[in-house]
C-alpha cells in the first residue's frame, strides 16, 4: 500500500510563496502520473498541476505562470512551488497518484494579510 505525505504548508501574505513537498512511502515510478489537487469546504476538489512520466505538465488555468510542478524519483518526491499566492489559492492540498485511490492527507494553505 502507497502512503503518501505531504508537507510545506501554512501561512502565508498574499504575494508570498510556499513549497509542498510529497513524500511517498514507496517508490514513485517515473511512469506514474502524479497531480496536485486542492479543496475548500463546501466546494468540489479541483486538479491543481499535473506531471506526466515524460516529464510534461498541466495547469489549473488559475495557476498557470505562478506553479510548478517537479519530481525527484530518486527522492520518490513530488514538488509543488507556489508563487505569487491569492487568497483564493486558500485550500487544503492533496497529493495524489493519477488513476489510483492513493491520496495524501492534505496539508492546509492559508493565504491571507
Known amino acids: 500500500q502507497v502512503q503518501l505525505v505531504e508537507s510545506g504548508g501554512g501561512l502565508v501574505q498574499p504575494g508570498g510563496s510556499l513549497r509542498l513537498s510529497c513524500a511517498a512511502s514507496?517508490?514513485?515510478?517515473?511512469?506514474?502520473?502524479m497531480a496536485w489537487y486542492r479543496q475548500t469546504p463546501g466546494k468540489e476538489r479541483e486538479l491543481v498541476a499535473r506531471?506526466?512520466?515524460?516529464?510534461?505538465?498541466n495547469y489549473a488555468e488559475s495557476v498557470k505562470g505562478r506553479f510548478t510542478i517537479s519530481r525527484d524519483n530518486a527522492k520518490n518526491t513530488v514538488h509543488l512551488q507556489m508563487n505569487s499566492l491569492k487568497p483564493e489559492d486558500t485550500a487544503v492540498y492533496y497529493c495524489?497518484?493519477?488513476?489510483?485511490?492513493?491520496w495524501g492527507q492534505g496539508i492546509q494553505v492559508t493565504v491571507s494579510s
Open positions: 495524489h497518484i493519477d488513476a489510483t485511490n492513493f
Open positions: 514507496g517508490s514513485i515510478f517515473s511512469r506514474n502520473v
Open positions: 506531471i506526466y512520466s515524460t516529464g510534461n505538465t
